[in-house]
């Protein structure tokens, strides 16, 4: 089975900090997701990347930034983080040509930032 | 654009209750059809799917039915349990359109004893 894993299932942050969240997948997906998740908004996309290196805007990309190094791993950023960052973040992934398989979750991270 | 369109919550069952979530889509090409589970402070898992017309998706007590004709793939169980409780999400991809996951709103269950 494919995993996908979230180096934390809890974070807790000070505004204004640099915040590094870190998703790694073993299954040679081309296509990986990040999105969050609050009450009421549903789920929604931040960034994604379909390639190493290759990164695009989602529905709501302002105040993060992602990187993309190596196939396997993809990693969102927020540059100085934000009392409004608090959420449940949710990172996926995905075969190109694979729809009918669809995507493959993370546990998630649960992000407060005071 | 692809859009799914899923029932609000809650809904609250008692336990061996009979359960339908329904979900309708709107795509512009020939999707693929899925069921996310999301239990309590967790991530999504893919509870069930269907690629193609009349195709039957099934797991864990769990059935929806790909309805072309009617654009439904509605979720239904005979008779749930306790550890039932839970978000579920309706979704599709459209490989016409990018191979973009696109979500319902989700729906939660809560199954009382």
């Known amino acids: 089975d494919v995993k996908v894993t979230q180096s934390s299932r809890y974070l807790v942050k000070r505004t204004g900090e640099k915040v590094f969240l870190e998703c790694v997948q073993d299954?040679?997906?081309?296509?990986m997701f990040w999105y969050r998740q609050d009450p009421g908004l549903g789920l929604r996309l931040i960034y994604f990347?379909?390639?190493?290196?290759?990164?695009e805007k989602g529905d709501i990309p302002e105040g993060y930034s992602v990187s993309r190094e190596k196939k396997e791993r993809f990693s969102l950023i927020l540059e100085s983080a934000s009392t409004n960052q608090t959420s449940m973040y949710l990172c996926?992934?995905?075969?190109?040509?694979?729809?009918?398989?669809?995507?493959?979750f993370g546990s998630g991270t649960r992000l407060t930032v005071v | 654009g692809n859009s799914v369109t899923q029932m609000e919550g809650p809904v609250t069952l008692s336990e061996e209750a009979f359960l339908t979530i329904n979900c309708t889509y709107t795509?512009?090409?020939?999707?693929?059809l899925f069921w996310y589970v999301q239990y309590p402070g967790e991530g999504l898992q893919l509870l069930l799917k269907?690629?193609?017309?009349?195709d039957k998706g099934s797991n864990k007590g769990f059935e929806a039915t790909y309805r072309k004709e009617t654009t439904s793939f509605h979720l239904e169980k005979g008779s749930v349990q306790v550890s039932d409780s839970a978000v579920y999400f309706c979704?599709?991809?459209?490989?016409?359109?990018?191979?973009?996951?696109?979500f319902g709103g989700g729906t939660r269950l809560m199954v009382k004893p």
């Open positions: 269907a690629t193609k017309a009349d």
């Open positions: 996926a992934s995905s075969l190109t040509y694979r729809g009918g398989y669809g995507y493959t």
């Open positions: 979704a599709l991809i459209d490989p016409g359109a990018g191979n973009m996951l696109t």
């Open positions: 795509a512009t090409g020939y999707p693929s």
């Open positions: 299954m040679d997906h081309e296509n």
């Open positions: 990347s379909y390639d190493v290196k290759m990164k």
